[in-house]
């Protein structure tokens, strides 16, 4: 995977092709030789809901562009949340243009699976998206991506027929009301660190990261294990207890039973289409914890385009082209106008369609007590979403605050963490997974686990909450009869031919790898 890092030595002599200047793809100033024109055969990435208009899209600039740029596109649907895990199973095998979201940034610096913007696409990014955006793509003064939306937060749709508008304030009336209507509160409190943190803002604590050029955490300032994370674990506990609490964000839980959903404006058409004249739409309600009102936060974020390193340097800036394309004011306003995606591009934000919104309104409303989004380690994500569980099975109090503290022992040592890990299908390519951290005696590395059944048992070795390292199934000396080499791609990757136990040993001063199935 990381000889995808040395594509970026050839952006050198790309990004100079990018457009440059204002809110318009313009054709870069290029001799016969440097003519970009000619057919492209490239995979895009973007959420199922996406496809067909990316689709419409990507013809449109085949039909405008005069730069003599044609591009051959199988567009595959992958989630936004998905991105990275499925990019870092194989980066050679992933979409050539794909839209993430923000939370997934770091994680594709690590992979190396996103290209920087070169100084004329960077200054369109600058000149046509709200700032805060831009922030969203920016790692030390370098941006790496294009804005597509700016209303990647949540907030809170009700069902007017069972909430009154006098209780959508109080999260304790609003779970009465659900009670006695029979129905439930649908927020993923036990399956995302981004929707639970709300709660945790609500309070003041904060989670502030400082982030490498590679993307590893260097620094944190994290107060959730606080007196004031602990009020914030307590007021969210009175949901996790709710009786007719799910956690899920699917807009089509209104049809299943919820009274109330937290998601996104990315849900708004669904979800109007099913309680039509009894959708309601606002900012979260506050919850009371010793007879004090906290008012539940969020994150407030951006889907982002990234671009992935390409060998070619003509087809990596023809990329870049369409990129800039999909991103602008037009094809922004075309997302909103089908998708309900409220717009990055400050003009397109202005157009009243986007500004009368239900959903836009209500993003609007919750962003007072929204926290911007900025750069989080990758690792994060996996540790913060088990506190969800934990404080659901707690008893009391001490073990409320077990949890948290359990959490901050495992932030903790994500700052300049050691050491290899053995991620893959076993641990959900979680590189920052301790249990899955090879034990080392004498410069050997070793790791037993549990393989099992699945559609993809592959893995490698990587430096712990980094991906620097790419020992895998060309190191294996000793039981290569055990894995499908071919299987592992370009991104060599030790995928076993069948499940069971196994024993994995890596001596660093060979760099060879020894496997034994128990």
Partial sequence: MKKLLAMLLALALVLSLAACGGGKTETAKTGSDDSLAGTYDIKVWVAEAAVDLTKKQIDDFNAS????????????PVGESDIATQIITDVEAAGDIYIFAQDQFARLIQAGAIAKLGQGAAQ?????STPESVAAVTLNNELYGYPVTADNGYFMYYDKSVIPEEDVDSLEKIIADCEKANKYFAMELQSSAWYLAGFFFATGCVSEWTLDDTGMATALKDTFD??????????????????MHLSSSAASEFASGAAVVVCGTWAYNDIKAILGDNLGATDLPSFNVDGKDYHIGSFNGFKLMGVKPQTDAKKQAALHKLAQFLTDETRQLERFNELAWGPANTVAQKDPAVS??????????????ATPQGQISGAWWNIAKVIGDEVKDAKDDAGIQAALDNYKAKCDALIGVGGFVFVGAWNGWDNADMTHKLEESGGVYAITLEVEQSDYMGGRIVAATTWDTDHGA???????????????????????????NYTVKWTESSNTIEIVKN
């Fill in 226 to 243: 606080s007196p004031e994370g602990l009020i914030a674990a307590k007021g969210m506990k009175k949901l996790l207890d709710s009786p």
């Fill in 65 to 76: 562009n005069s730069d003599g740029i044609k591009f051959n596109a199988t567009i595959q």
């Fill in 356 to 369: 009368s919104n239900a959903g836009q309104i209500a993003i609007n409303a919750q962003a007072p007590y």
């Fill in 474 to 500: 060309a190191q294996v000396t000793t039981g290569a009869d055990l894995i499908d080499v071919e299987a592992g791609g370009g991104d060599n990757n030790i995928v076993f031919k069948a499940p069971g």
């Fill in 124 to 128: 369109i990014v600058k000149d046509n």
